[in-house]
């Protein structure tokens, strides 16, 4: 099994050394750009995780495909900062913005185009399944993006269709790493199986995870401002869960709090201030944080079915820094 420190270590090195074509730079500037910006990188992350599971040193055939994963994510980001005419990522101009949408949207897409070119890198003997799992993955995102657009629409979504929208928009590809790393690895089909489902629910406690800390956050540790979904009206999984609680009069007020204006910073600071003091009076916080454990219990259950020991322990601390944060 390779040490933490190894993989941290060699994620680090993959995007501090990763390379795109020079010219034309201004479609591949935004790539760099894009890159440069940083993240999270939990993608990569988990992909050599489970792939250490089985193997003791990583090779290019796992690199390449971590790093592809990681490309793909970033293209995605590209592409839903033009949807949600986004100013700003990560506290710098997004591609869009910086450059023009027609550029991010070419950009974006040579980015998506690259990310195959690295995941198509894995061995020969799993490359089928692996670009298979990859294409399934890539279409899937695409959806959970149509079904949240659609839901801005929408007066009323229900928590199920909310679930179902966030596991296609962030739990497969999260899932996808998982499995990817157990194929390449050479894991059995079975842990494979078993590893999707720990991604996958630990991919749904990230995203509501992320939902709770827009609203309760710390904003130097969650990286933008504390309150965007609620001054965007967004369907978050607050907002679902409050929707989906409130009767009567606390019903009204919140209808109407969520179409409260946001034309000042005062304004903005009201409606953040009104919104969550009705999450307060309806308890939906406290029910994000139970949903977060419950989904970070499920995918434990599935992680405890393919290892145990110092292998088990390694899949726990995976999660414990995805969604520590939050208790």
Same mark, same amino acid.
């Given at each position: 099994?390779?040490?933490?420190?190894?993989?941290?270590?060699? !994620?680090?090195?993959?995007?501090?050394?990763?390379?795109?074509?020079?010219?034309?730079?201004?479609?591949?500037?935004?790539?760099?750009? =894009?890159?440069?910006?940083?993240?999270?990188?939990?993608?990569?992350?988990?992909?050599?995780?489970?792939?250490?599971?089985?193997?003791?040193?990583?090779?290019?055939?796992?690199?390449?495909?971590?790093?592809?994963?990681?490309?793909?994510?970033?293209?995605?980001?590209?592409?839903?900062?033009?949807?949600?005419?986004?100013?700003?990522?990560?506290?710098?101009?997004? !591609? +869009?913005?910086? +450059?023009?949408?027609?550029?991010?949207?070419?950009?974006?897409?040579? =980015?998506?185009?690259?990310?195959?070119?690295?995941?198509?890198?894995?061995?020969?003997?799993?490359?089928?399944?692996?670009?298979?799992?990859?294409?399934?993955?890539?279409?899937?995102?695409?959806?959970?993006?149509?079904?949240?657009?659609?839901?801005?629409?929408?007066?009323? !979504?229900?928590?199920?269709?909310?679930?179902?929208?966030?596991?296609?928009?962030?739990?497969?590809?999260?899932?996808?790493?998982?499995? =990817?790393?157990?194929?390449?690895?050479?894991?059995?089909?079975?842990?494979?199986?078993?590893?999707?489902?720990?991604?996958?629910?630990?991919?749904?406690?990230?995203?509501?995870?992320?939902?709770?800390?827009?609203?309760?956050?710390?904003?130097?540790?969650?990286?933008?401002?504390?309150?965007?979904?609620?001054?965007?009206?967004?369907?978050? +999984?607050?907002?679902?869960?409050?929707?989906?609680?409130?009767?009567?009069?606390?019903?009204?007020?919140?209808?109407?709090?969520?179409?409260?204006?946001?034309?000042?910073?005062?304004?903005?600071?009201?409606?953040?201030?009104?919104?969550?003091?009705?999450?307060?009076?309806?308890?939906?916080?406290?029910?994000?944080?139970?949903?977060?454990?419950?989904?970070?219990?499920?995918?434990?259950?599935?992680?405890?079915?393919?290892?145990?020991?110092?292998?088990?322990?390694?899949?726990?601390?995976?999660?414990?820094?995805?969604?520590?944060?939050?208790?």
């Amino acid at each position: 099994m390779i040490r933490q420190e190894t993989i941290d270590g060699a !994620v680090k090195a993959l995007f501090d050394e990763i390379e795109f074509t020079n010219e034309p730079s201004g479609l591949y500037d935004p790539l760099r750009y =894009m890159i440069a910006i940083g993240g999270k990188r939990l993608r990569p992350s988990l992909c050599l995780t489970t792939y250490s599971l089985y193997k003791d040193s990583f090779v290019p055939e796992i690199l390449e495909p971590a790093a592809g994963l990681e490309v793909f994510h970033s293209f995605t980001l590209i592409h839903d900062d033009i949807m949600d005419r986004s100013p700003l990522r990560r506290g710098v101009e997004t !591609v +869009w913005k910086k +450059w023009n949408p027609d550029t991010a949207i070419l950009s974006g897409d040579v =980015m998506c185009i690259d990310s195959y070119a690295r995941v198509a890198k894995a061995p020969r003997e799993c490359l089928d399944e692996v670009l298979s799992l990859f294409s399934r993955t890539a279409a899937q995102v695409c959806e959970g993006q149509q079904y949240d657009m659609e839901f801005e629409g929408r007066d009323n !979504v229900q928590m199920n269709e909310y679930m179902d929208m966030i596991g296609l928009k962030t739990g497969v590809l999260i899932a996808c790493a998982a499995k =990817m790393g157990a194929l390449i690895g050479g894991a059995p089909a079975e842990d494979c199986e078993r590893l999707y489902e720990y991604g996958y629910n630990l991919g749904l406690a990230f995203q509501v995870a992320d939902d709770y800390l827009d609203a309760y956050g710390d904003e130097k540790v969650f990286g933008k401002p504390i309150g965007g979904d609620i001054i965007n009206s967004k369907k978050s +999984w607050l907002t679902v869960r409050a929707f989906e609680k409130a009767e009567g009069s606390a019903l009204q007020d919140l209808k109407k709090a969520m179409a409260m204006p946001v034309g000042t910073e005062a304004e903005k600071e009201n409606k953040i201030n009104w919104v969550k003091g009705l999450y307060q009076e309806l308890g939906v916080g406290k029910d994000a944080q139970e949903r977060i454990l419950r989904l970070n219990a499920k995918a434990l259950d599935a992680a405890s079915k393919v290892c145990e020991g110092d292998r088990f322990e390694f899949l726990r601390y995976f999660a414990y820094r995805l969604i520590g944060r939050t208790r």
